[in-house]
C-alpha cells in the first residue's frame, strides 16, 4: 500500500520540487557533497566545485555561501567534490595530463596540499568517490588500453591500483566527468560506468583485485553518449545518461540492475532526455540535467518534476533535502513534494 501511495503522489500535481538560488560564483557547477552531522535543516554543510577554479561552501543549509580559493588553480575544471565535515574535503579537477589533480583541505578551505597530479597526456579524472576520509577512489580515462583507478586508504597518499585484471578499454571508450557521478565506492565494491563504443558497467568486489564487465542498454555508439552517473546501493544499481550533444532527446537514457550490476533492464518511462546525474532520496531517485530533472521509486518509470538546468545532485544522510547545482553558480534546494501530497 505504501508503493502504491507513493506512485500516486509522483503522479499528482504538487508544488514546486525545487528551491533555486545563485552561490555567487559564475561557475558551471559540476560537484556537489553535503554532510549533515544532525538531522536539523541548519547543520548541512554544502560543498559545491566548478568551472575557473570555482569552490564554494554553506555550513547553514544555503543560507549563505562563502567562494574558497585554491591558489593558482583559476583554469581548472573542479569537477568532483567529496567532503567529511565543515572543514574537511577533497576536490577533484578534470582534464588532460596534469590538469587533473586532486586537492585537500582540513581547514575549512582556508588551505589546500595538492594530493595528486597526472603526468601522463591520456590521463584523465572522471571522478572522485569516498565512503571515508580514510577510503577513496578515483577514476581516469584509460591509459594504455586500461582505466585507470586510483585509491586513498590514509587519507594522503594515492596510489594505482594493479590493473593485470582491469578488462581492457574498448577503442574509444571513456567515462563521463559531467557530476562526479559515474564511479560508486562501498567498502570492497567498485562499480563505474562508461560510454563511446558501449555503455558498459565495470565492477569489483574485491577492491580492485578483480574485475567484471557488463553491457548495459543505456544508448551508445557515439563519443557524446553512454552512462553519465551510477547510484549504487547494494544489489540496485540506476544508471542514468543519453547523449550530451542531443539532451532533449528521450531514448535508452535510464536502466536499473537488480543483481548487483549482473543483468540490466531498460527503464519503462524514460526521463526527457540526457541526464548527467542520478541521486538517492527518501522518496526513490532523482535525475537531473540540462533540460529537465525527474524522480523514480524505483528507477524503471520516471516522472517529471520540472524543466530545470543542473548538472549533478546530492543528498545527504541522515535524510534532509538535498541539494543540485549547475551552470552560472546555480544551486537549488530539493523539496520532496511526495511528503505533502498523501
Not at 574558497?68 to 588553480?73: A, D, E, H, V, W
Not at 575544471?77 to 565535515?85: E, M, S, T
Not at 580492485?208 to 553512454?226: F, Q, R
Not at 533492464?265 to 535525475?287: D, E, I, T
Request: net charge negative; charged share 20%.
Amino acid at each position: 500500500m505504501k508503493t502504491f501511495l507513493l506512485l500516486v503522489a509522483l503522479l499528482l500535481p504538487a508544488g514546486p520540487w525545487w528551491a533555486v538560488q545563485d552561490c555567487g560564483v559564475d561557475s558551471n557547477l559540476r560537484g556537489v557533497s553535503l554532510v549533515s552531522e544532525t538531522s536539523a535543516e541548519e547543520k548541512v554543510t554544502i560543498w559545491a566545485t566548478g568551472s575557473q577554479g570555482a569552490v564554494v561552501r554553506s555550513t547553514d543549509s544555503g543560507k549563505t555561501w562563502k567562494r574558497l580559493r585554491i591558489p593558482g588553480t583559476e583554469s581548472l575544471d573542479f569537477r568532483g567534490v567529496q567532503a567529511f565535515d565543515a572543514k574537511t574535503a577533497y576536490v577533484m579537477s578534470s582534464g588532460e595530463g596534469a590538469q587533473s589533480r586532486i586537492y585537500k583541505s582540513t581547514d575549512g578551505g582556508e588551505s589546500w596540499k595538492l594530493q595528486f597530479q597526472g603526468t601522463q597526456k591520456e590521463f584523465f579524472l572522471d571522478a572522485l568517490m569516498c565512503d571515508g576520509e580514510k577510503h577513496c577512489v578515483a577514476l581516469s580515462d584509460p591509459v594504455d588500453g586500461k582505466f585507470v583507478i586510483l585509491a586513498n586508504t590514509d587519507g594522503e597518499q594515492w596510489n594505482e591500483l594493479a590493473r593485470g585484471s582491469m578488462p581492457a578499454a574498448l577503442p574509444k571508450e571513456g567515462a563521463f566527468a559531467a557530476s562526479n557521478s559515474s564511479l560508486c565506492l562501498d567498502g570492497t565494491d567498485i562499480h563505474f560506468g562508461t560510454g563511446g563504443p558501449a555503455a558498459r558497467v565495470f565492477a569489483s568486489h574485491d577492491f580492485g583485485k578483480t574485475w567484471t564487465v557488463v553491457e548495459t542498454p543505456i544508448v551508445s555508439g557515439n563519443a557524446s553518449s553512454g552512462i553519465f552517473s551510477l547510484f549504487c546501493d547494494e544489489r540496485i544499481i540506476v544508471a542514468v545518461g543519453g547523449d550530451y550533444q542531443d539532451p532533449g532527446r528521450a531514448y535508452k537514457n535510464a536502466a536499473v540492475s537488480q543483481d548487483g550490476g549482473n543483468t540490466w533492464k531498460l527503464a519503462a518511462r524514460l526521463p526527457g532526455g540526457y541526464r548527467s546525474s542520478v541521486g538517492r532520496y527518501n522518496g526513490g531517485f532523482v535525475a537531473v540535467g540540462p533540460t529537465g530533472a525527474e524522480v523514480s521509486v524505483d528507477g524503471l518509470q520516471w516522472n517529471s518534476i520540472g524543466r530545470v538546468n543542473f548538472n549533478a545532485f546530492a543528498f545527504p544522510i541522515p535524510g534532509n533535502d538535498g541539494w543540485a547545482v549547475g551552470p552560472h553558480g546555480t544551486v537549488a534546494k530539493f523539496l520532496d513534494q511526495t511528503k505533502y501530497s498523501i
